[in-house]
């Protein structure tokens, strides 16, 4: 344990940038050379082997200048934590398999549910991400509207921007092909909600069953929050099952200073949260939250052998989609007690700061084209000089990306708007300044240029 610390802490010194720049068939022929069938003989060999194998082409994101993904640097007590769950290996279903980690989830879970706002009825259970924690939080929507109709009949309402997992989550509930509505936004990129209750009526009308509403809080590209306490509006007029997919914006719980854009939270009936982005743990740590405890039933089954009906045991089993699962929890409790929720807070509101002052400096280059100003901490922007047309923007932007990959220098991400091709800055490293910023940008703007003088555009598209 001690020589595998000392190797990461080594290797970690050394990293000067988020990449190596190294392409596929480079990195998957070190792996493929390995015989699993002989194994080495010291655990020396098989720490420099793994450093060659994984740690040597890792993508850190605890560089400042990884700012692609929603993948966050990690806190230390965190780490700290992971080696004690691993080492006791404790296993998060039945109360006679966890003890203390059951009541310890309990207690973080009624903590979120707190800050939430949702009462004290309110329950949930930690789960492996986002896209879990959307597909229970349907899969108990569904149940609480069944009696209503068959699952063909029900529709989600979500915004054009909402994550892909309702969509997954749709299809893995045999909703249908067409159970999704997708619902227009407003130019910061937010569900409208005029909009919303025009598309239940017009379901309604046609002899479909609402069956929940999907508002997002920090969507993945724009990071933007949907007006929750008009949608919450919406959905109690029509009696529609509110879930709120805070996967990224549920960091704004514990900010001093931007709690209020949150407002409406508290009238979920679910929410869902991934204390993996923007808490800083590491993956995974998630978790799904209910205003009603009752609604859960919804995922509850019985085994004699595990959780018996007459168990009095406090089961986490009973509310979970899984059945063996990592005691996640002990990650946050530790970070909570050493650091406190406002560090946490703060380090959210510094990065949406520097989005904030990021967006102003995009604004102003000649050379630079954004979406929308940030609600979090992403911006969508692209390469786009005056004169060029959308189509040789297209060409030129995922050349950029690719090219700064290819460096390692970088790591910045790629979408599309519209049908059309942007590049992605993702801040969730307190620790990436504005000079850091000025750097990716000249990058990007340098290598854009760079590309048009080698190539005609056409050969670049």
């Known amino acids: 344990m001690h020589r595998g610390v000392a190797a990461v802490a080594e290797h970690v010194a050394g990293v000067r940038g988020p990449w190596t720049g190294a392409d596929v068939a480079t990195v ?23 450093r060659s194998v994984y740690l040597d082409d890792a993508v850190w994101f605890h560089e400042p200048r990884y700012l692609a993904h929603l993948n966050c640097p990690v806190v230390v007590p965190a780490l700290v934590a992971e080696v004690l769950v ?5 296993s998060l279903d039945t109360w006679d398999q966890s003890g203390g980690g059951t ?18 009825d309110s329950d949930g259970v930690f789960t492996s991400g986002g896209t879990q924690s959307n597909l229970q939080a349907l899969l108990v929507a569904r149940g609480h509207a069944y009696l209503a109709g068959t699952a063909s009949r029900f529709r989600i309402f979500a915004s054009r921007d909402s994550h892909f997992s309702v969509q997954k989550s749709a299809n893995i509930l045999g909703l249908g092909p067409d159970a999704v509505v997708t619902i227009p936004t407003d130019r910061r990129r937010r569900m ?59 960091g704004l719980l514990v900010s001093r200073r931007r709690r209020d854009l949150l407002d409406g939270i508290e009238r979920a009936d679910s929410v869902t949260i991934d ?5 800083f743990q590491p ?24 959780n018996p009906r007459s168990s009095a045991h406090p089961n986490q089993v009973d509310k979970s989609m899984q059945t063996t699962r990592r005691f996640d929890a002990l990650k946050l409790w530790m970070t909570l007690r050493a650091m406190g929720a406002d560090a946490i807070g703060d380090y959210v509101d510094a ?27 992403t911006l969508v922007f692209r390469f786009r000089p005056d004169g060029m047309s959308e189509d040789d923007a297209d060409a030129v932007n995922p050349g950029i990306r690719q090219t700064i990959a290819g460096s390692g220098s970088a790591v910045i991400a790629g979408t599309r708007s519209d049908g059309r091709a942007w590049l992605k800055l993702t801040m969730l490293n307190p620790d990436t300044t504005l000079d850091d910023l000025h750097a990716v940008l000249a990058l990007v703007t340098e290598t854009g240029h760079h590309l048009l003088d080698d190539h005609d555009v056409q050969e670049v598209r």
């Open 275 to 279: 204390f993996h982005k923007t808490f």
């Open 86 to 90: 691993s080492s006791v290996n404790s």
């Open 192 to 250: 409208d909600p005029v909009a919303l209750d025009r598309a239940v009526w017009s379901a309604r009308a046609a002899g479909h069953i609402p069956m929940a509403v999907v508002a997002t809080a920090g969507t993945t590209d724009y990071g933007s929050i949907d007006p929750l306490a008009e949608v919450a509006d919406v959905c109690a007029q029509h009696g529609v099952w509110m879930h709120v997919d805070a996967a990224y914006g549920g």
């Open 351 to 377: 990065v949406v700061d520097l989005a904030s002052a990021g967006h102003r400096l995009m604004v102003e280059h000649p050379d630079l084209e954004v979406v929308t100003e940030p609600t979090l901490s």
């Open 28 to 50: 998957a022929a070190k792996v493929d050379d390995v015989d699993l069938d002989r194994p080495l003989d010291d655990m020396a060999d098989v720490l420099a082997e793994v």
């Open 283 to 306: 993956v995974s740590s998630s978790a799904v939250v209910f205003r009603q405890r009752d609604a859960l039933r919804h995922v509850t089954y019985h085994a004699d052998y595990l």
């Open 103 to 120: 009541h310890i989830e309990r207690r973080l879970i009624r903590w979120t549910a707190d800050r939430i706002g949702l009462g004290p």
